[in-house]
Each structure stands twice: as C-alpha cells, then as structure tokens.
C-alpha cells in the first residue's frame, strides 16, 4: 500500500511537470502573438529590442524590403522586422577570433601618401634633333682646303671647317675699292651700293669690314662651326665644286641627348611629360643620368605593343653617345596625396574591384572600390575608402565568399549552437498535414527560429523515400527540412508527434512540447 502512494506521488509529480511546462509554452506563445486590429490575424512580434526596424522582409525573399510591417505578398506568414547590427543586414558576416587566428586574418590601416610610378622602360640613345646646326655654303666657289675630313669628328665652336673660293666675290670686292677711291660728290651713294653688291654675293658684314679697312680683294672664305658636337654628316670633299645653298657640314650637340623608350601599352597612362626620370647605363656603371620626359609620342608599334617616350637627359661630359643602351625608371610629377593601401588587399572579379573592410566587433563588410594607379605594392583607392579605416589583406576571399552566401553567416561566430553537422544544416518544425500531393506535402507549421519564420501554411518538397504510412493529412507532425538549390525546402524526415523522439520542437523558441498522440488531436 505504502509503495502505491508513493508511486502515486511520482506521476502527479511528472503530469504537474509536463502540465507546467505545457503552460509556460502557451504563455510565450500568447505573448508572442497579438491580433491586427483590422483582420484580427496573428502577427509575429520580435520582442522588445529596444530598437527600432531598419525595415521589414519576408525571409523567403529577402531581397525585397518593406518599410511597415503586415503580411508578405509572396508567402502565408507576417513580415519579419530587420534591427541595426544585425548579423547579414548590410552584407557582412562576424567572424570569431579563434575563427579569424585559423583564417589567417591579416588587417591594416588605409593611409595617404604619394604614389610612386614605378614603370621602367628600356631604350636607347640618340642624337637631340633640337640641338642642330646646318653649314651651307652662300655662294659658289670651290673648296681648296678641308679641316674636318671624317663624319663624327668632333669639333668646337668657332672651330675652322673649310676654306672656300669664290669667284664671284673678287668682282663686288674690287667694284666696292674702285667706287672708294673716286672723288666726286656722287662717291657716297656708290660706295653704298658696291657694299650692298657684296652683301649679296653672301659675304657677312664681318667680311666687308675686313675688305674695307685692309684695302684688298679677299676672294677666299673660312667657314667655322657654330656649335660645339659632332659632325653628324660630311657633305664636302677638297677639291669639289660647291653652289649656293649646298649642305656642306651637320653638327649635333652633345650637351642634351634623348632617349627613345619603350613604355608597355598598360603603363602609358602612368608615363606623363615633365615626370623627372633617371637613366642607368650598362657602359658606365654607376653613372646616374637625371632628366625629364619631352614628350610621349602619340604612336603604338603593332609588333611590341609599346608607345615611344622621349626623354631629354643632360649629358655631362658627353659620356652618352647615340646607340647606347639605357634603363629609365620613371617617378610621377604628382605631388598630392591620394589613399593607398596594399594591393594583395584588392579582389578583382573582372567587373568588380572589392576590398573587405573590418570593423569592430569582428565584422568584416565588403565594399566596392574604384581603382587609380598602382606602383611600388600599393594600389590608389579613388572611391568607397577613407583614411584610417582597417581592410584585410589575407583571407579576404573567404571572407568575400561569406558575406555573399545568405543564410551562412552564422556559422562563422562563436554563438553558433552545438551539435551535429546534421543540426546545422537541417531545420526542426512541427505542423499539422494539409494537403499530400505527389511532389508536395503542405503543412502549417509553427514558427522556425533557425530559418527566422513566423508561424505560416506552405508547401514542401517530398521526401525522395516518399512519406511514411503513419502519416496523414490531418496528422500533427515533426519534421525536417533543408534548402534546395532553387530556393525550395525538401522535407528530410517526417513522423507523427507521438512517434517522434523525445528531443520535440526545438525549432519552436527552443522549448520542450509534451508529446499529442493521434487520439488527442481535435
């Protein structure tokens, strides 16, 4: 009798148990629901966060945002408010720092400074065109005696070149002397003309100087150079006969040179005149010749794919001659700073150029950047950054990958919760059976914490076995399910409340339900 009472005592305990944890459910349900006043339709309260809404969505089609709440347009169920800060709402996923230590998360600081560049191009050495004189002769004569007889000779300037007679001078020379030692008051204006005469026979006015105070004829003319260089080209030989206006000498100077360089089609752009430059050459090591680019000529060469630069280099002591080979490095004229950060930090898609930015509470967000030079490891960041932000240099393409899967992020905290792959990729309900079709099975089911659903009536894929026997439309059911490619549910495993195991609805605010058998059910 006495071990009756006792077991008597057990079961009233365990009903007033079940009985408790029965109403303690009803309760947060109850408090969780409350009626629209115009439809009287149960809505989904989030709680009191304290927050207000960023907006509200439907979490079968987040894309689409709604900024009140009230039922969604695509599914049986209310809108679900979206908070500031919440995991996924602006495209950003928090990672842990065990997670970010076994990522290998490298961060650093967004600064300013100058952008070096860093193009070198190769090319060679050649003569400055801007740097030229021609020697020609202004009469006819001949040339009875050459100083300079070989081309590249160097020569200086006022240096003599050749020595020239000239015929037609002896006749303007001896009509100037004769008109010189007439007397008469006529005398004045002929003298003015037989100096005229000479003066277009092509003498200079040093030499009707020299014819007017030595008193004789000068039929022969030294011609000097006018320029310090080289003669470039050699058109007189001693003995030939020369005409009026024949180039006789071409002299190039040596002070500037040029350098014609080979600049990559892709590096163009960073190549601008007046950028200061520096040229190395293999003939004379260590010798550092500084200049600036002339000009950057407007022609690509279809074999290399390159645009010729012209640089202008001073050449001290005439160490550059024409042919040599020369490296240029190149430094920007660009005295502003601009933003730069590291280059391995920038993920190009093709179509996008995209850099994780980290924020505090282990955040990381990706943001479109637009690009501006690179040199030196470091990339301008025209737009989308500003000084002092933190972005991530390794690991950034997980991360990337992460923000852009919905419904993933989760994994990637601490918060997540424990157990079995399985748990984390299957979603736990519990409904009642609507409708069984051949490929669908409807259900209204409670809300889904783990999927972010309110309480609604939808439609599931079948399971691939089919249903099982004990499983009618009627039927309070536990269940299963998991996302499918074309944003679909399958159910995974389906079986009626009584018979399911005693783990229950965890899906339903993580609370135990006493199981209903079939003969309970209204």
């Not at 409350?34 to 979490?59: F, I, N, R, S």
Request: hydrophobic fraction near 40%; aromatic fraction near 4%; proline fraction near 6%.
């Amino acid at each position: 009798m006495k071990n009756k009472n006792i077991l008597a005592t057990i079961t009233a305990i365990a009903i007033a148990i079940a009985a408790g944890g029965y109403g303690a459910y009803r309760i947060g349900v109850h408090q969780g629901m409350q009626a629209t006043p115009a439809t009287g339709e149960a809505v989904t309260v989030a709680g009191d966060t304290g927050k207000k809404p960023l907006y509200w969505h439907d979490p079968m089609v987040p894309g689409q945002k709604f900024d009140k709440p009230g039922k969604s347009p695509f599914m049986d169920m209310q809108l679900v408010p979206v908070y500031a800060g919440a995991d996924g709402d602006d495209g950003s996923v928090t990672v842990s720092p065990r997670v970010q230590q076994n990522l290998g998360v490298r961060t650093a600081i967004v600064n300013t400074g100058r952008l070096s560049s860093g193009v070198v191009a190769v090319g060679s050495v050649a003569y400055n065109d801007r740097d030229v004189a021609l020697v020609q002769a202004r009469s006819n004569g001949f040339i009875e005696r050459l100083y300079v007889r070989a081309a590249l000779d160097p020569v200086k300037q006022g240096q003599p070149l050749a020595e020239l007679y000239v015929p037609d001078w002896i006749a303007a020379q001896e009509e100037f002397l004769t008109a010189r030692h007439m007397q008469g008051s006529d005398t004045a204006s002929l003298v003015d003309g037989a100096r005229q005469r000479m003066r277009l026979a092509g003498m200079t006015d040093g030499q009707i100087r020299l014819v007017e105070s030595s008193g004789k004829v000068h039929p022969r003319i030294t011609i000097s150079a006018p320029v310090s260089g080289v003669v470039a080209e050699l058109g007189a030989r001693e003995g030939m006969t020369v005409t009026s206006g024949a180039q006789l000498f071409r002299i190039n100077g040596l002070s500037t040179v040029w350098v014609n360089a080979e600049v990559p089609e892709n590096m163009a752009a960073k190549v601008r005149p007046g950028d200061a430059v520096e040229a190395r050459s293999p003939a004379l090591p260590g010798g550092v010749f500084k200049g600036k680019v002339g000009a950057v000529l407007p022609e690509v060469s279809a074999a290399t794919r390159t645009l010729k630069a012209r640089i202008e280099l001073a050449n001290r002591g005439g160490q550059l001659v024409p042919g040599m080979f020369a490296t240029i490095t190149f430094a920007s004229s660009r005295d502003a700073d601009v933003l730069l950060v590291p280059s391995e930090a920038v993920i190009q898609t093709g179509t996008r150029s995209v850099v994780i930015l980290a924020q505090d509470g282990g955040k990381f967000q990706p943001v479109d950047v637009e690009l501006g030079g690179e040199g030196n490891g470091k990339t301008e960041i025209r737009k989308g950054l500003t000084a002092g932000q933190k972005i991530v240099l390794s690991g950034q393409f997980l991360l990337d990958s992460e923000a852009s899967l919905k419904g993933t992020t989760t994994r990637m905290g601490d918060a997540q919760p424990s157990g079995s792959a399985t748990e984390a990729t299957f979603h736990h309900g519990q409904g009642k059976v609507e409708r069984i079709d051949k490929d669908e099975v409807t259900i209204s089911h409670g809300p889904i914490t783990t999927l972010q659903w309110g309480a609604m009536t939808m439609g599931f894929k079948a399971p691939a076995a089919g249903l099982p026997r004990n499983v009618s439309v009627g039927d309070r059911v536990a269940f299963d399910i998991k996302p499918r490619r074309d944003g679909t549910f399958e159910i995974v495993a389906i079986s009626p409340v009584a018979d399911a195991p005693d783990t229950n609805d965890k899906g339903m605010d993580g609370m135990k339900m006493p199981a209903v058998s079939k003969g309970a059910k209204k």
